[in-house]
């Protein structure tokens, strides 16, 4: 396999995306690999009350049917699945993988890899005590501010362990919170046998990753550049990745998807959530993304070549949740005449009557859908508008104002300004905040707890 | 020199790590990069969203890809789950700097107005995007 081509196929963008997408993957065309994203930043530690509620959960659900219905396809053709669904019970999740397998009659030809040793939330006092600050990347607090509020804490593995469970002969590699690039870039480790210092094809691995990671966002979807001539996006194309062993790749889609991949549509997913594009950070390689050559090598093919990376550095990134509150969002819709002074109109009746209760929030935001709810003060004046949504949004430590909050804008129907509706969803719902701690910790202290397991169906 | 909207020569995607926002901003015609890096200065991007972001504009070329990435610190109330904001992700960000106006000389005008893009003229854009 040293020399050829391999096809590595994304699935799934986050948990939600569209779900059969790994299934059209699997049928449409010839692929080699399949990657599937689930885990976006908070959901872990909703992974983790799911799991304190009921010890066998606690992983990507939708993931074991999903498996069920493709591994028959896999087994046949030789496809490899690497997921990060996992969550924080990849035992649970494999065993159900395993249950499908075997349900499928398949006991005897998969093989399912996990990879453990990423949920720190069982070491962290440890940790602290040794001195491990955590501090936050962005505010430089330490962790001990808010350490008794915490709900998970991973740490991002990379390409090593899932490599590993590959030259064990899994067909499915489940991880839990690794990096979503390593999930693309793993097969080409494994199948081209790169060294552990061949920066610039990692680099370039990470670079397929990135635009692999969040599926049809690469392939026409969200594309703004001539968005209107993207054809079918009904049947868009998740992208593919044909990897070859010098680093250079190909990005495409299955023949006749939906969709579009172009120059245009590439740029804009590379860069997406970019930070310092010469320091693009991963556990394998730090990537640098303004050496990045694309060319448009046919229809739906862009040619990726020229990426240059340099040494890991020798800190993981620690994802930590905690919980910040609650909060709560009220929605009702004013229409013409006047749409907009009505619902400026009922948003100081509805600020009057939460001072009138004597309810204090940490916060109170008013935005007007419609007129100025993602362009702000550029959005300009208010113009004549047919109908406007006024959204008020409260946030605060304690539950109890915000639950008071949310028995107030229904009454504003009949108390307030008229030409009102929109409430036909009922009582707004009080939402938990989980907020997010980023962190670095010494690689050190992360990697001698990786274990890689490979059992057979 | 004319005053262009950078919707007529450019396009963007926005997305956030925690409470800063980040706009990649790709020229549609390469020969109109240089102009974007004389224009478009972290300084005109910070000016240009005044009371809607509470900190720094950081600017990185990618001449490679004929696109600056533009960091923008505390614009999202706080950023992921903790934000009230309708546009928690700042999705949305990137055309918000479409609407900023720079000066481009006559002959960029001229071809930029012809081109007829990305100003609700919807089919003026299929007209000429096909194929990109």
């Known amino acids: ?457 | 020199m004319r005053r262009v909207q950078l919707v007529r020569l450019a396009h963007a995607r926005s997305g956030d790590k925690g409470d800063t926002v980040n706009i990649g901003l790709v020229a549609i015609e390469p020969e109109d990069y240089p102009l974007l890096v004389e224009r478009v200065t972290a300084d005109a991007v910070r000016e240009h969203f005044r009371g809607m972001i509470h900190g720094d504009v950081e600017r990185f070329e990618l001449p490679n890809l004929n696109a600056l990435n533009f960091l923008l610190h505390g614009a999202l109330d706080g950023g992921g789950t903790v934000s009230l904001m309708m546009d928690a992700q700042g999705k949305t960000f990137s055309t918000a700097l479409l609407r900023m106006e720079i000066d481009v000389p006559e002959d960029v005008y001229r071809r930029v107005m012809a081109a007829d893009r990305g100003t609700g003229a919807g089919a003026g854009g299929a007209a000429t995007g096909a194929g990109r």
Not at chain 1, 45 to 73: H, N, T, W
Not at chain 1, 106 to 119: H, N
Not at chain 1, 197 to 218: F, P, S, Y
């Open chain 1, 1 to 457: 396999m040293a020399n050829e081509i391999i096809r590595i196929a994304s699935g799934q963008g986050f948990w939600g995306d569209r779900l059969d997408a790994p299934v059209e993957q699997v049928r449409r065309g010839r692929i080699d690999f399949l990657m599937l994203d689930y885990l976006a930043e908070v959901t872990m530690s909703i992974l983790q009350k799911q799991k304190a509620r009921d010890p066998s959960q606690g992983y990507a659900r939708d993931f074991v049917p999903l498996m069920g219905e493709i591994l028959p396809d896999c087994v046949e053709r030789g496809i490899r699945v690497l997921a990060n669904a996992g969550g924080v019970n990849l035992e649970a999740c494999r065993d159900a993988v395993l249950a499908e397998a075997r349900s499928a009659g398949l006991a005897g030809r998969v093989r399912v890899g996990v990879v453990v040793g990423d949920d720190l939330l069982g070491r962290l006092e440890e940790l602290i005590d040794r001195g491990h600050e955590l501090q936050n990347l962005d505010t430089g607090r330490p962790l001990t501010d808010v350490v008794d509020r915490v709900q998970s804490a991973n740490a991002y593995l990379g390409a090593e362990p899932m490599v590993a469970a590959l030259a064990e002969g899994a067909t499915v590699v489940i991880t839990g919170r690794s990096t979503d690039t390593a999930l693309t870039y793993a097969p080409m480790i494994h199948a081209f046998g790169w060294a552990a210092d061949d920066w610039d094809r990692l680099a370039a691995g990470v670079v397929a990753g990135h635009i692999n990671e969040c599926g049809a966002q690469a392939t026409g979807g969200n594309c703004l550049l001539d968005w209107e001539t993207i054809p079918n996006l009904a049947d868009v194309g998740f992208p593919i990745i044909e990897a070859s062993p010098d680093g250079s790749f190909v990005v495409t889609k299955h023949d006749g998807t939906g969709g579009r991949v172009s120059v245009a549509t590439v740029t804009e997913q590379l860069l997406y959530e970019m930070g310092d594009p010469r320091e693009y950070i991963t556990p394998d390689v730090v990537a640098d993304f303004t050496t990045i050559r694309l060319e448009q090598a046919g229809p739906d093919r862009v040619r990726v070549s020229g990426v240059r990376g340099r040494p890991r550095t020798d800190k993981l990134k620690v994802s930590i949740s905690y919980h910040d509150g609650y909060k709560a969002v009220g929605t009702l819709v004013y229409a013409w005449p006047d749409a907009v002074a009505k619902a400026q109109a009922a948003d100081r009746i509805l600020r009057e009557r939460l001072d009138r209760l004597g309810l204090r929030f940490d916060q109170i935001r008013t935005e007007y859908v419609g007129w100025n709810s993602t362009h702000g003060p550029l959005a300009g004046p208010p113009p004549d508008l047919p109908e406007v949504q006024l959204r008020v949004s409260v946030r605060s430590a304690e539950r109890e104002p915000v639950e008071r909050f949310t028995r107030e804008i229904a009454p504003l129907i009949l108390t307030g300004p008229p030409s009102v509706t929109g409430f036909a969803g009922g009582r707004p719902r009080v939402q938990e905040i989980v907020a997010f701690w980023p962190a670095l910790i010494d690689r050190s202290e992360i990697e001698p707890h990786v274990r890689v397991e490979v059992v057979t169906a």
